[in-house]
């Protein structure tokens, strides 16, 4: 349960759900803007408390409450296991898009630095991207920059990534590309992942499909292929 302002102004933003993610699949979660899938994100990813509940994560071979951890332990779980696509890209307007990669391997891991460049590199490269790795946001287009957030998640290989509408700036093509690196990352490098979209073109693409609505959620069937 997460619950926004106080006295008569509170307001549920979820009410009592539960959802499992499972190493290897793609999950999409839909449903009408304002009905929650933002927080749920947020409280399934370590960023925002929720009113009541657990968030059971398996951190190294121990299953974890990550609400009950302290705030640097959540912290470093984050870092080191979770990947987060914003609705909205959120690169920093300054770094190109190497530097982008290169500083959450840095500093997330400690990595030194030839090791976060050519990690970094071969990312870009996977991702079309191995012409404007010295660019930077404001010169790159949409689809580019949001391929470079997705590079930034997937950078570290996080056993849990989070991506909150991430083909909703792009064309189809593009959106393709997407949610195949998103599934590559469930399928390929067993990663538990939680895709938010409206877009109903991405449900022949995923594992398996909820819906969120006035924060209640359901799980769906996927249509027949
Ligand atoms: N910081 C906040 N303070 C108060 N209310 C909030 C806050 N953030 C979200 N809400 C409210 O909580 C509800 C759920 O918001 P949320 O952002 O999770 O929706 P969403 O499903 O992601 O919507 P969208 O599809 O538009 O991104 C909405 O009614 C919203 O107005
Ligand atoms: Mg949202």
């Known amino acids: 349960m997460r619950t926004y302002g106080d006295g008569t102004a509170r307001r549920a933003a979820l009410r009592e759900v539960s959802i499992d993610l499972y190493p290897g699949q793609l999950v999409l979660l839909m449903g009408p803007s304002g009905s929650g899938k933002s927080t749920l994100l947020a409280v399934l990813s370590g960023l ?11 951190d190294d071979g121990a299953m974890r409450d990550i609400w009950q951890l302290t705030a640097k332990e959540r912290e470093q779980h984050r870092r080191k296991h979770t990947g987060f696509i914003f609705q909205g890209y959120n690169l920093f307007p300054a770094l190109t898009a190497r530097q982008q990669l290169e500083i959450v391997l840095k500093w997330g891991e400690g990595a030194d630095g030839g090791d976060a460049r050519r990690r970094a590199d071969e990312m870009l490269e996977r991702l079309g991207l191995g012409n404007n790795k010295n660019k930077k946001p404001a010169q790159l287009s ?26 909703s700036a792009l ?26 979209s409206h877009d109903a073109r991405l449900l022949p693409f995923v594992d398996v499909y909820y819906h969120l609505d006035d924060g209640h959620l359901e799980r769906r069937e996927l249509p027949a292929e």
């Open 48 to 58: 925002l408390e929720p009113d009541s509940g657990q968030v059971l994560a398996d």
């Open 142 to 167: 949409g689809g580019e920059k949001q391929r470079v957030a997705i590079g930034r998640a997937l950078v570290k290989n996080p056993s849990f990534m989070f991506a909150d509408e991430p083909t």
């Open 171 to 196: 064309d189809w093509e593009n959106g393709q590309k997407v949610i195949e690196l998103l599934r590559d990352a469930a399928h390929q490098r067993g990663a538990s992942v939680l895709c938010v």
